[in-house]
């Protein structure tokens, strides 16, 4: 009950993140094999992922990070629910690892996206991956990294060809990303990989 009403409904601001850090750690150490208060946890390591990488405390985002790794080499191979809640995390955090220096962290979190799409199959994972790599292109161009911002996109165009046809969920969400993307970067980056991206679209169309 107190995962549900004080941490998953409720919005954690300033100092709360500590305190509710530290109730939740100790319901998670005692009933670690409850998948609610896990889904709680893990939604909270990521709050303060964000928090600290916001707020340019980046080793100790770094620590939460570390946390969250954990639990998915626990639960994440078996257990979907748990799966798809670190999918969720993984999503809003990866483009801040990348931003904040830790490119080589992201990019394995991005290869452990990857792998729970094509481990479990399922279209909350295929949202998740197209939505992180979206983000992922926008930081690279911002970052000059043209080279990694079209290969990226490459995989962006890949997995909603691959997905976009098969779920109206994916395809609406796909189009919001793509479309985000195309106005940010239209003049950054190649024409072939300007028309996939438009090809792509009207897949969706």
């Known amino acids: 009950m107190y995962t549900i009403v004080f941490v998953k409904k409720e919005e954690i601001r300033g100092s709360q993140k500590k305190e509710k ?24 390591l990521a709050i303060l ?59 394995i979190n991005i290869a452990v996206l990857n792998d729970l799409l094509n481990n479990w199959e399922n279209e909350n994972f295929a949202l998740y991956f197209i939505v992180v790599q979206g983000d992922m292109a926008i930081a690279q161009s911002g970052m000059n990294e043209q080279k990694e911002c ?21 395809a609406w969400r796909a189009i919001d990303t793509m479309t985000k993307v195309f106005i940010r970067l239209n003049n950054k980056i190649q024409e072939r990989t300007r028309m996939d991206l438009i090809k792509t679209l009207e897949g969706l169309v």
């Open 49 to 107: 992922v964000e928090y600290y990488y916001g707020s340019g405390f980046y080793d100790k985002g770094n620590e939460y990070v570390k946390l969250l790794q954990a639990i998915i080499d626990k639960w994440g191979t078996y257990n979907e629910d748990i799966a798809i809640c670190y999918a969720n995390a993984l999503g809003r955090i990866i483009p801040l690892q990348y931003e904040a220096g830790s490119k080589a962290q992201g990019m």
């Open 150 to 170: 079209e290969q990226t996109l490459i995989i962006l165009c890949e997995t909603v060809k691959r997905w976009g046809a098969t779920s109206e969920r994916i």
């Open 21 to 44: 850090y530290r109730i939740l750690e100790q319901l998670h150490s005692k009933w670690e094999g409850s998948i609610i208060i896990t889904e709680a946890y893990i939604e909270l």
